[in-house]
């Protein structure tokens, strides 16, 4: 796995911030290289969320579907970009559809994998899991 490109990005997930070093080489060492042609749903709206992803090259775009059309743009997403982190997290619905703009090749970091991770290693949990709890604290009371 490229850890020194992986690295940098891991590292600005903000529910990742309170993470140590070997936290950060165990979950590179579950993270794989996936390669989509253009045009290609990575996931759906409503879909289970079942990954994270970063982007190491190419364009994805995050939207609302319409119909049979792309309908709202969320987000364009370029390299270093990553999406679908609540995923790891939540047991909710994809609340967004990503399709690839161009060719890309982007990192994957299943939720059974890292939950995995979670499981074996009780620091790293805790570590998560205070953040974790900050940040929905944090959006419940900006939603009120």
């Known amino acids: 796995m490229e850890k020194n490109s992986i690295l940098p990005i891991l590292k600005k ?8 070093e070997m936290d950060y ?5 579950n993270i794989t290289l996936q390669y989509y042609p253009p ?9 289970q969320g079942d990954a994270l ?6 364009k994805v775009r995050i939207f609302h579907p319409v119909g049979q059309d792309e309908g709202e743009k969320v987000a364009d997403l370029k390299e270093n970009d990553f999406f679908g982190e609540m995923s790891l997290f939540s047991e909710e619905k994809r609340n967004a559809s990503a399709i ?3 060719e890309c090749e982007l990192f ?3 939720k059974k994998d890292f939950c995995e991770l979670l499981l074996k290693d009780e620091n790293m949990a805790s570590r998560l899991s205070s953040e ?3 940040r929905l604290k944090e959006n419940n009371s900006s939603a009120h």
């Open 100 to 102: 690839t703009e161009t």
């Open 108 to 110: 994957k970091l299943l």
């Open 132 to 134: 974790f709890i900050r």
């Open 25 to 29: 080489e165990k979950i590179v060492k």
């Open 39 to 47: 045009r290609h749903v990575i996931f759906a709206e409503k879909d």
């Open 13 to 20: 997930i903000p529910l990742f911030e309170t993470f140590n």
């Open 53 to 58: 992803y970063i982007i190491k090259s190419g």
